[in-house]
C-alpha cells in the first residue's frame, strides 16, 4: 500500500485547513468556496479571465459568453478503482463573470495550457480612449 | 489585496501541499496530483529508499502590466511526500504531466501481484 507519511500525515486534516485559510494563496478573495478559482485583471486593450482547471480536457470545458456574462461550465471526472486517498475536486462545475466593460465579442479568445486556462476579452473599439485632433482655423 | 500578493511575492512562493488522489488498481497504485501551472521542466520528482517527493512551482507569466482587478490565486510552490511500500516495482513508475495533473503510476512488483493457487487433489 501507499502510504502518506509526510509530518503532517492525514492529509487536509483541521490543522491544515486553518493554516491554509490563514495563509493559503487560494483565500486572497473573500470568495472560499467558489471553484474553480479564478483572477481577473485588466490591460489598455482587453480584460484577462485566468482560471485554474486542473485535469480537464479542452474539450470538455464549455464557454459561453452572452451579453455581459462569461460562463464557464465543466465536470472533473473520477477515475476507477479502490481510492485510498481522494482530495481532489470532482463532478460539474460553473462560474459565472459579469463583464461590465463592452467586448469585442467576435474576437474573445481562449487558451488552455497546463491547468489553466485562459480568456481573452479584447475590449471593443468605442471605449478605447481616442486622441482628438484640433484643427487651427 | 494586491498588496498582499506583492508581500507574498517578495518572501519567495507560498508552499502548498496539492490535491492527491491515490486509488489501487489491478495491476498497481495510480497518484494524481493537481498541479496547476507547473511545466514539465519545472517538475521535480525523487525517488530515495522508500520515499517519493514531488516538488514544482506553478509558472504563470507575471502579469506586469495588467490591472489586477480581481485575484483568487497566484504563484505557489507545491510540495509533497509519499511513502512507497515493498510491493511497488519501483523500476517501472511511470509519470505523466497532463492539462496540470501529475499522473504517478506504481506498477505492483510481479511477486506481489494476485495468484491463483491450485488445489491439488490427494
Given at each position: 500500500?501507499?502510504?502518506?507519511?509526510?509530518?503532517?500525515?492525514?492529509?487536509?486534516?483541521?490543522?491544515?485547513?486553518?493554516?491554509?485559510?490563514?495563509?493559503g494563496?487560494?483565500?486572497?478573495?473573500?470568495?472560499?468556496?467558489a471553484y474553480?478559482?479564478?483572477?481577473?485583471?485588466?490591460?489598455?486593450?482587453?480584460?484577462y479571465?485566468?482560471?485554474?482547471?486542473?485535469?480537464?480536457?479542452?474539450?470538455?470545458?464549455?464557454?459561453?459568453?452572452?451579453?455581459?456574462?462569461?460562463?464557464?461550465?465543466?465536470?472533473?471526472?473520477?477515475?476507477?478503482?479502490?481510492?485510498?486517498?481522494?482530495?481532489?475536486?470532482?463532478g460539474?462545475?460553473?462560474?459565472?463573470?459579469?463583464?461590465?466593460?463592452?467586448?469585442?465579442?467576435?474576437?474573445?479568445?481562449?487558451?488552455?495550457?497546463?491547468?489553466?486556462?485562459?480568456?481573452?476579452?479584447?475590449?471593443?473599439?468605442?471605449?478605447?480612449?481616442?486622441k482628438?485632433s484640433?484643427?487651427?482655423? | 489585496?494586491?498588496?498582499?500578493?506583492?508581500?507574498?511575492?517578495?518572501?519567495?512562493?507560498?508552499r502548498?501541499?496539492?490535491?492527491?488522489?491515490?486509488?489501487?488498481t489491478?495491476?498497481?497504485?495510480?497518484?494524481?496530483?493537481?498541479?496547476?501551472?507547473?511545466?514539465?521542466e519545472?517538475?521535480?520528482?525523487?525517488?530515495?529508499?522508500?520515499?517519493?517527493r514531488?516538488?514544482?512551482?506553478?509558472?504563470?507569466?507575471?502579469?506586469?502590466?495588467?490591472?489586477?482587478?480581481?485575484?483568487?490565486?497566484?504563484?505557489?510552490?507545491?510540495?509533497?511526500?509519499?511513502?512507497?511500500?515493498?510491493?511497488?516495482?519501483?523500476?517501472?513508475?511511470?509519470?505523466?504531466?497532463?492539462?496540470?495533473?501529475l499522473?504517478?503510476?506504481?506498477?505492483?512488483?510481479?511477486?506481489?501481484?494476485?495468484?491463483?493457487?491450485?488445489?491439488?487433489l490427494?
Amino acid at each position: 500500500m501507499v502510504i502518506d507519511m509526510s509530518p503532517f500525515y492525514g492529509g487536509m486534516d483541521n490543522f491544515d485547513r486553518v493554516f491554509n485559510e490563514l495563509w493559503g494563496p487560494l483565500n486572497i478573495s473573500q470568495r472560499k468556496v467558489a471553484y474553480p478559482p479564478l483572477n481577473i485583471s485588466e490591460d489598455a486593450d482587453a480584460l484577462y479571465v485566468r482560471c485554474e482547471i486542473p485535469g480537464v480536457n479542452v474539450e470538455d470545458i464549455d464557454l459561453t459568453f452572452t451579453d455581459a456574462t462569461l460562463v464557464i461550465k465543466g465536470e472533473r471526472k473520477i477515475e476507477k478503482g479502490k481510492y485510498f486517498r481522494q482530495e481532489r475536486p470532482t463532478g460539474n462545475f460553473q462560474r459565472v463573470v459579469n463583464i461590465n466593460a463592452p467586448v469585442d465579442v467576435d474576437k474573445v479568445k481562449a487558451v488552455a495550457k497546463n491547468g489553466l486556462l485562459e480568456i481573452r476579452l479584447p475590449k471593443s473599439e468605442d471605449t478605447k480612449p481616442r486622441k482628438i485632433s484640433i484643427d487651427m482655423n | 489585496m494586491t498588496k498582499d500578493i506583492a508581500q507574498t511575492e517578495a518572501k519567495g512562493l507560498p508552499r502548498m501541499k496539492p490535491a492527491t488522489d491515490i486509488l489501487e488498481t489491478g495491476d498497481g497504485f495510480f497518484i494524481y496530483v493537481d498541479m496547476p501551472g507547473v511545466r514539465k521542466e519545472d517538475l521535480i520528482i525523487d525517488l530515495s529508499d522508500d520515499e517519493l517527493r514531488i516538488g514544482g512551482r506553478s509558472a504563470y507569466q507575471g502579469v506586469t502590466n495588467e490591472n489586477r482587478i480581481h485575484v483568487e490565486f497566484g504563484n505557489v510552490e507545491y510540495t509533497r511526500a509519499f511513502t512507497l511500500s515493498h510491493i511497488v516495482d519501483r523500476e517501472r513508475i511511470k509519470a505523466t504531466l497532463k492539462n496540470g495533473v501529475l499522473e504517478l503510476h506504481l506498477p505492483k512488483a510481479e511477486k506481489a501481484l494476485p495468484r491463483k493457487i491450485q488445489v491439488e487433489l490427494e
